[in-house]
């Protein structure tokens, strides 16, 4: 069943012949077997905690009710915020990733009962959004009295984009159509309903674009492809904005550039508005632009790449300063205490670096994209996998309540985008590893893993073996079917080069050896096959191996990882005459329960080193950094991602260097 579909779908696409896409391709995740301490725990948490508690939240919160009620299954009143839908759609696309890695009949089977709900509250026409269905006659706050006439506020297409997201995840894990087939008789509506020669529109809140893209990827029906392009260019055109009065809790969205619709995209010079909202956008646009090969398009996404990594990012990969509006800062407005710094923007800004890469092939975009996972990212979801950041700031005082009202983690939010984006984010994570094109396999990520790639020439498998993150010691064991021609290009890290990030907002301090150093030194990182040096020829990040390989060659990298500081360009006020210590690509923080209560008033001095020391027991396994203050006491920092796991207390990643700033 499963086979005979897949090859008919695949046959679809294959006859759209010298289709334009990206040079590069990801190696599925369902090819890559992640094998270490650190990813392999992560991703097995998920699977087992994370995604049933969201579940379970999603039932209790009448989530999973609002499609039965709308689907005349049950009776009752359609419950909570007009875009809830979606938290039943992405972890129904992180359950089917995991479904398609992990057999497993009862989660299956859960899923089809919460497909025959979403079935069900199906319109016969295709239209699907319970908040509208449920009671047609007494709209909810927001969506209007009539469908789609309030898009900057109603949220109906983005609903539908993540239904489409995980229309395709569950058709691919499983190959059953149920949810496909809804997800594409909505599309077959959208796309009669909305275009050039039809009404005009686009969404007020971005996604639909990257969902409409993955079903002309499964379909090869070419109409939602251009339907993706057509709200993409509609953006900023015959704008119609329901407005609110003021001291509404949906004025928010009077404004245009709050929706990224103030002008056409290509005319928008930089990255403003709901931080969220804008990096879907900037990933579809990447879609758009491999797809169509457009070269205005490819400009326009470059454009907001170089304004947001070089202006509006925090160490993190936190992107969305302020709370307010969940927006953009201007360039530079970078706060500590109060930065916003969206779990759903970081996610979004994963999607975003990697499309960036496959299009370019710059290992510039994957520096910023491990930046983000290994920081800003994984930090949104706790160890234990039941708690969660919508904020993620760069400072707490144990005053402010930075996290939707509270002072540390939630287990749940009234808006809940956050944990269902984790639940689909970490178990697609192995598909970051690595990417192909023609004969060239892409090592991205170090990750100890096991990946199957097919060169064309030759299948290959790579095997990594490594403590990454905690040591940049790789091994590559390089394992073609039979022996061939073909390239092993292994990313070295910007981190490794001295290079946090492209640009100038971050910079390390010079090493030891070097006028104005501290810490140790860094002898830079080293390249060995199968025991050889070999010269570190490094071009846009990867050192490309082109060579005859056989079955047990070895590729061996060495980053080491001394403790590094970071500066911030002077422009970012508040970082001014501090540092902020990483040692690889982890970010650290001081967190009070770990340096007597108090790190708001720590400083360290010019010349204070930090010493790295595994622990295995400790926060499920960490590097701690221990060095001392200018006051000499003590220092412990921990990864910026483990803060908050042990109750409220303040916590500092930017620290005050004495008699400076
Ligand atoms: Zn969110």
Redesign the pocket.
């Known amino acids: 069943m499963m086979l005979s579909l897949m090859t008919a779908l695949t046959a679809v696409r294959s006859q759209d012949a010298g289709a334009k896409d990206y040079p590069l391709k990801p190696v599925s995740f369902t090819q890559v077997k992640v094998t270490d301490d650190f990813w392999a725990p992560r991703i097995e948490t998920n699977r087992a905690v994370t995604i049933p508690f969201i579940f379970k939240l999603c039932e209790e919160t009448g989530r999973i009710d609002n499609f039965a009620i709308a689907g005349g299954l049950m009776k009752g009143e359609y419950k909570g915020e007009r875009y809830n839908d979606t938290d039943v759609y992405k972890t129904i696309e992180g359950a089917s990733y995991s479904l398609a890695v992990h057999p497993d009949a009862g989660l299956d089977a859960y899923l089809d009962s919460l497909i025959a709900k979403i079935a069900a509250a199906q319109e016969p026409d295709g239209y699907l959004f319970t908040a509208r269905t449920a009671d047609p006659a007494h709209s909810q706050p927001g969506i209007g009295a009539e469908r789609w006439v309030e898009e900057n506020v109603s949220h109906e297409l983005y609903n539908a984009g993540h239904l489409y997201e995980a229309a395709v995840a569950h058709f691919q894990a499983t190959g059953k159509r149920t949810l496909l087939d809804v997800a594409l008789k909505n599309a077959d509506l959208v796309a009669s309903v909305f275009g050039p020669d039809k009404r005009h529109g686009f969404p007020g809140h971005q996604v639909i674009e990257m969902g409409l893209v993955k079903l002309f990827r499964v379909t090869g029906n070419r109409k939602y492809l251009d339907l993706a392009k057509y709200f993409l260019d509609q953006r900023g055109h015959d704008v119609k904005l329901t407005i609110y009065p003021p001291g509404s809790r949906f004025a928010i969205y009077n404004d245009a550039e709050q929706i990224q619709a103030h002008k056409p995209i290509f005319e928008q010079a930089e990255a403003v508005g709901h931080a969220?909202r804008a990096v879907y956008m900037y990933s579809g646009m990447a879609d758009i632009a491999a797809l169509t090969g457009s070269e205005e398009y490819i400009r326009a996404a470059d454009r907001f790449w170089d304004n947001v990594v070089g202006k509006k990012m925090s160490i993190t990969g936190g992107i969305g300063a302020r709370h307010e509006r969940e927006s953009f800062g201007v360039d530079y407005e970078l706060p500590n205490l109060t930065a916003y710094n969206?779990?759903?923007?970081s996610i979004g800004g994963a999607f975003w670096n990697l499309r960036m890469f496959l299009l370019h092939g710059d290992g510039k975009y994957l520096d910023v994209m491990e930046r983000t996972i290994y920081n800003g990212l994984i930090s949104g979801v706790s160890l234990d996998g039941k708690a969660f950041f919508?904020a993620n700031p760069l400072q707490a005082d144990a005053k402010f309540e930075f996290n939707q009202g509270l002072k540390t983690r939630a287990p749940w939010f009234e808006?809940?985008?956050?944990p269902g984006?984790i639940a689909r984010f970490i178990p697609s994570f192995p598909g970051y590893i690595y990417a192909t094109k023609g004969d060239t396999i892409y090592v991205n990520l170090f990750v100890g893993s096991t990946a199957k790639a097919d060169l064309g020439t030759c299948p290959v498998t790579l095997r990594q073996e490594t403590r990454y993150p905690w040591e940049g010691k790789v091994r590559i064991i390089v394992e073609p079917e039979k022996e061939s021609k073909f390239a092993v290009s292994v990313r070295i890290p910007g981190w490794a080069l001295g290079r946090p990030i492209d640009g100038t907002l971050y910079q390390y301090e010079p090493e030891a050896g070097k006028a104005g150093a501290r810490g140790t030194a860094n002898p830079g990182p080293t390249l060995k096959v199968n025991g050889t040096s070999v010269p570190l020829a490094v071009d846009k990040g990867f050192v490309s191996l082109e060579r005859v390989w056989k079955k047990a060659d070895v590729i061996e990298v060495d980053c080491p990882m001394p403790v590094r500081c970071v500066v911030a360009d002077a422009a970012i006020k508040g970082n001014r005459g501090r540092v902020a210590f990483e040692r690889g690509p982890l970010v650290y923080c001081a967190e009070g329960v770990d340096n007597g209560g108090r790190v708001l008033d720590l400083e360290v001095a010019g010349d204070s080193s930090f010493a790295a020391e595994f622990q295995p027991g400790f926060l499920n396994g960490v590097v701690v950094l221990k060095g001392k203050a200018a006051d000499g006491r003590t220092i412990t920092l921990v990864p910026y991602y483990a803060w908050s796991n042990r109750g409220i207390g303040e916590m500092i990643v930017w620290i005050k260097e004495r008699n400076k700033g």
């Open positions: 969220v969206e779990t759903c923007a919508y808006t809940a985008c956050c984006n």
